[in-house]
Each structure stands twice: as structure tokens, then as C-alpha cells.
């Protein structure tokens, strides 16, 4: 069976301070990968997808990156985090050809002070 | 990417059968149509997807008309671990977008 990865599972960090949030999937090769956000009360917001290793699609220009160093891993980083980067980050992974069924890890919640 | 229209919020009762409509009048011909359910705190859990006309599993139905321009999610009996917020969702390929989904709420 599959299994997604995400951690940390809380993180305080102050204002300008580097971010780097690991997600790992288990059990499927080639799965598409995605960033959310979710600020609180809100809804989720797509930040990045991978179709590959290497091949990242940002959605929205923010002080945020992500990186696909192998097939199974994605990595969301920041230089320097910003007050408006807090809230809840998930990741999420789905096979090709399975339209929008998606499976999202724990989270990640994120408190920038 | 076609964009989706819910109720915000709806309240139901323990055993009723709750049945949630999303609007999507841009929906193009290779879009499907996907409902999410979230708990606080946690992950959306993917519950049923659809192209056309009905889809059933064991947790809900998914109700299509041929037009395609509207889908009904329905949830049979339900109880107080219902109470969460369902999102309705079209694309293809996973390029989707989560609109702000509607809450429901079940009362005993």
C-alpha cells in the first residue's frame, strides 16, 4: 500500500529564517507530487506540482520554492520566511492517468513569528 | 481551469441523507469531478470522482447530468463524524483548484 511522509509536524521560526519541509511517498513509482498551503479558515492553495524528478510547476510567485531531487521526494524551501508564510502545508501525490484523486500526508503546520 | 460553486455551510441531522450541489458551468470536455472531504487539522480525504452520470462507493454517490455542468455529492445516513468541510473539485490531471468548500455540519 502507499504511504506519504511529511515532517515536521510543527515548526515555529521566526521572521527571515530558512524553511525546509520534506515529503516522502512509499510504495508507488512515478506519482505526481503537490505543495499546499492552507491558510487558517481557509481553503487549500496550490503552490507547486511535479509530473517528475526535476520537472517543478510553480502556481503562484511567492518566496517559496520546491525541489524534486528523486522520484518519491519533494521539498519545499524558503531563504527567508515571511509573516504571510504561516499555516498549514500539505503535500499530496496521485497517479498518472487518475484524474484528480489525490492522497495527502499529516501536514505540516507552520507558525512564523 | 473551470471554477466550482458550493453552498458555504449546510446543517443536517444524525441519519439523514445530505446531498451537496456544486456548480461548474466552464467544465471542460476531459474535466473530472472530484469531492474531497477535511477534518481540523488534517489532510482532505479524497471520497469519490466522476465523469459522468453515476458513480458509487461505499461511503457516497456522485450524481452527474448529461449536461455537466453541476454534480451532486450524497452522503446516505449520516452521522456526527460527518461534520466536516467537503470540497468540490474539476480538472483533469490533478491540476486542480480547492474553492473554499462547504461545512457541514451534523447535529444530533
Known amino acids: 500500500s502507499q504511504t506519504i511522509h511529511q515532517w515536521p509536524a510543527t515548526l515555529v521560526q521566526p521572521v527571515g529564517s530558512p524553511l525546509s519541509l520534506e515529503c516522502t511517498v512509499e510504495g508507488t513509482s512515478n506519482p505526481n507530487l503537490y505543495w499546499y498551503r492552507q491558510a487558517a479558515g481557509r481553503g487549500l492553495q496550490l503552490l507547486f506540482y511535479?509530473?517528475?524528478?526535476?520537472?517543478i510547476s510553480s502556481e503562484v510567485p511567492q518566496n517559496l520554492s520546491a525541489s524534486r531531487p528523486q522520484d518519491r521526494q519533494f521539498i519545499l524551501s524558503s531563504k527567508k520566511l515571511l509573516l504571510s508564510d504561516s499555516g498549514f502545508y500539505l503535500c499530496a501525490w496521485s497517479r498518472l492517468g487518475a484524474g484528480n484523486e489525490q492522497y495527502f500526508g499529516p501536514g505540516t503546520r507552520l507558525t512564523v513569528t | 481551469l473551470a471554477k466550482t460553486t458550493q453552498p458555504i455551510s449546510m446543517d443536517s441531522y444524525e441519519g439523514q441523507e445530505v446531498n451537496i450541489t456544486c456548480s461548474h458551468n466552464?467544465?471542460?470536455?476531459?474535466?473530472?469531478i472530484t469531492w474531497y472531504q477535511q477534518f481540523p487539522s488534517q489532510g482532505p480525504r479524497f471520497i469519490i470522482q466522476?465523469?459522468?452520470t453515476k458513480v458509487t462507493n461505499e461511503v457516497a454517490s456522485l450524481f452527474i447530468p448529461a449536461d455537466r455542468k453541476s454534480s451532486t455529492l450524497s452522503l446516505p445516513r449520516v452521522s456526527l463524524s460527518d461534520t466536516a468541510v467537503y470540497y468540490c473539485?474539476?480538472?483533469?490531471?490533478?491540476?486542480?483548484?480547492f474553492g473554499a468548500g462547504t461545512r457541514l455540519t451534523v447535529k444530533p
Open positions: 511535479s509530473v517528475g524528478i526535476g520537472q
Open positions: 473539485l474539476v480538472g483533469d490531471r490533478g491540476e486542480v483548484r
Open positions: 466552464n467544465i471542460a470536455t476531459n474535466d473530472y
Open positions: 466522476g465523469y459522468k
